[in-house]
């Protein structure tokens, strides 16, 4: 049975690299559902996102696919993994204190306990290393989240540090490693 990985893209410069992670998960049999909050589509359309997941990309959770079931419900019923990626310090904070105001956070909210869910990081150094921001991440791993931290490197911003969003390349053996 082919693995159904649900890609939350949020709002974050390293959001282009969702194409690729895209690409390559489905390359590897999985099927990829996509979610992207607002932010996220400034930074890559979802159009370039469905062309590579051949699936529907989801933006709005009041939009319901199937008149007959609650979309933000079913798509988390329906997720073998859960990552998001790149997650933009403003995602990480409401996804750690439970706000559900977009599709993201709501699918993530509806989560069945089980699923696995990976955060990947991917914002300014100062950002990244706020203590608030590393209190949510905390607060995230307690709730079952598995961070594929930053890496250090010359930041879109021009700042350099840590705050990288990881290799694709490490965030695929991340996803295979919690699937397998």
Do not use: W
Request: contains cysteine.
């Amino acid at each position: 049975m082919t693995k159904r990985i649900t890609l939350a893209v949020t709002g974050s410069i390293s959001a282009y690299k969702a194409a690729d992670l895209t690409s390559q998960l489905s390359k590897l049999g999985y099927s990829v559902t996509i979610l992207m909050t607002q932010a996220a589509q400034a930074f890559i359309t979802p159009l370039t996102l469905q062309v590579l997941s051949k699936n529907t990309v989801h933006l709005d959770l009041m939009k319901e696919d199937i008149v007959s079931k609650v979309n933000h419900i079913e798509l988390a019923k329906t997720s073998d993994l859960f990552i998001v990626a790149p997650a933009s310090a403003n995602t990480i904070a409401h996804l750690s204190y439970g706000f559900a105001e977009n599709i993201v956070t709501s699918v993530a909210l509806a989560l069945p306990e089980t699923t696995p869910k990976l955060i990947a990081p991917a914002m300014n150094t100062k950002m990244y290393l706020n203590p608030i921001t590393q209190e949510n991440l905390a607060r995230l791993s307690q709730a079952g989240y598995k961070e594929i931290p930053p890496k250090s490197s010359l930041l879109a911003c021009g700042d350099q540090g840590k705050g990288a969003l990881a290799n694709v390349e490490t965030i695929v053996e991340a996803i295979i490693e919690h699937l397998n």
